[in-house]
């Protein structure tokens, strides 16, 4: 399920935008403290940003872009009554994938999440169980994996942390992050679990020809680009 984080102080949008991302079978995340925009995002570890441009707490929408932009390439969509072509060309030139005035229908913002979550996740909508990059593919379905047209032997947990890594290419996540999502409480889970998890994951990848298509970040987790 993706996650889309809502940068959004009007409440009563908030709402409304959430309620569409639910009814489309994703899972918002509304942001209601807009002191630290940025620190909600890498907690959330969002697949999809949708960010207001005039903000409370200090920092417009253009700065929290700038933030992430410097950080990841999740996809960022600007959601704003401020329509002058400044504010667009501002938007786009700070790394922003589109732009949708206020007022909006909720199903033109719903058709432009989908356009670019197929975009950026290379997801198929009339093949939604296949999830293809960097030469991997993975049959959501069947649980199976192909390495350049080559059967790949995973364990559960290798295949869940391989999904959950490629579903987010371009972001960095945190060894919190995936210990959270692959055993949903990691206080009663050895840290080490995921490292020989990872170890593994890479060796049948490398055995397979991708050897550095995972790449550690120091202190901070790992990362497909």
Request: avoid cysteine; charged fraction near 25%.
């Given at each position: 399920?993706?996650?889309?984080?809502?940068?959004?102080?009007?409440?009563?949008?908030?709402?409304?935008?959430?309620?569409?991302?639910?009814?489309?079978?994703?899972?918002?995340i509304p942001i209601t403290d807009f002191t630290d925009v940025f620190g909600q995002f890498v907690s959330a570890q969002p697949d999809?940003?949708?960010?207001?441009?005039?903000?409370?707490?200090?920092h417009d929408g253009f700065y929290w872009n700038k933030q992430i932009r410097a950080n990841s390439q999740v996809p960022v969509i600007?959601?704003?009554?401020r329509n002058s072509n400044m504010d667009m060309v501002t938007a786009m030139n700070g790394g922003a994938d589109d732009y949708v005035?206020?007022?909006?229908?909720?199903?033109?913002?719903?058709?432009?999440?989908?356009?670019?979550?197929?975009?950026?996740?290379?997801?198929?909508?009339?093949?939604?169980?296949?999830?293809?990059?960097?030469?991997?593919?993975?049959?959501?379905?069947?649980?199976?994996?192909?390495?350049?047209?080559?059967?790949?032997?995973?364990?559960?947990?290798?295949?869940?942390?391989?999904?959950?890594?490629?579903?987010?290419?371009?972001?960095?996540?945190?060894?919190?992050?995936?210990?959270?999502?692959?055993?949903?409480?990691?206080?009663?889970?050895?840290?080490?679990?995921?490292?020989?998890?990872?170890?593994?994951?890479?060796?049948?990848?490398?055995?397979?020809?991708?050897?550095?298509?995972?790449?550690?970040?120091?202190?901070?987790?790992?990362?497909?680009?």
């Open positions: 399920m993706f996650k889309i984080m809502i940068v959004e102080d009007d409440p009563t949008v908030s709402r409304h935008i959430a309620q569409a991302i639910t009814d489309a079978g994703w899972q918002p999809l940003v949708l960010m207001d441009i005039n903000l409370p707490g200090g600007f959601i704003s009554s005035e206020k007022p909006f229908a909720a199903s033109v913002l719903l058709a432009k999440i989908n356009a670019l979550l197929r975009r950026t996740y290379h997801y198929s909508t009339q093949s939604s169980k296949i999830l293809q990059y960097g030469g991997v593919t993975l049959d959501l379905e069947s649980s199976t994996v192909q390495v350049n047209d080559a059967a790949v032997d995973l364990t559960k947990n290798e295949y869940k942390l391989l999904q959950y890594l490629l579903r987010r290419h371009g972001q960095l996540i945190s060894r919190a992050s995936l210990l959270r999502a692959l055993w949903e409480d990691e206080r009663f889970v050895d840290d080490n679990t995921l490292t020989v998890n990872i170890n593994r994951l890479r060796k049948k990848l490398a055995d397979a020809g991708l050897a550095d298509l995972i790449q550690t970040k120091v202190g901070k987790g790992y990362l497909i680009p």
